[in-house]
Nanobody, 125 residues
Framework: QVQLVESGGGLVQAGGSLRLSCAASGRTFSGYTMGWFRQAPGKEREFVAAIRWIGGSTDYADSVKDRFTISRDSAKNTVHLQMNSLKPEDTALYYC??????????????????WGQGTQVTVSS
């Protein structure tokens, strides 16, 4: 059974940093895409970043480029999201997702088969 467990969320002041982690288990993720999505109250879920397990190529939403960095630790089956220069508009519930996702569909949440429970990130102004 696939499990994705997020950690690292919390409360931080604007301009601060947080590092989210997603521990993946239950299968071999070779060939999978690992993504981070977020959902703020009253808003739709949106794509944040993704990384391909093989090769390590990455994609980012324009709103987080140059501030967030996604990475993977293959030995620990863990994906990280380093978030710097945080803004109040980054406040949301952040979800880790995994799936066998075509490159053209990387930003589409519906293409990811597995999801974690989410970790809350709150950025105060």
């Amino acid at each position: 059974q696939v499990q994705l467990v997020e950690s690292g969320g919390g409360l931080v002041q604007a301009g601060g940093s947080l590092r989210l982690s997603c521990a993946a288990s239950g299968r071999t993720f070779s060939g999978y895409t690992m993504g981070w999505f977020r959902q703020a109250p009253g808003k739709e879920r949106e794509f944040v970043a993704a990384i391909r397990w093989i090769g390590g190529s990455t994609d980012y939403a324009d709103s987080v480029k140059d501030r967030f960095t996604i990475s993977r630790d293959s030995a620990k089956n863990t994906v990280h999201l380093q978030m710097n220069s945080l803004k109040p508009e980054d406040t949301a519930l952040y979800y880790c997702a995994a799936g066998f996702v075509p490159i053209i569909a990387t930003t589409r949440g519906a293409k990811y088969a597995y999801w974690g429970q989410g970790t809350q990130v709150t950025v105060s102004s």
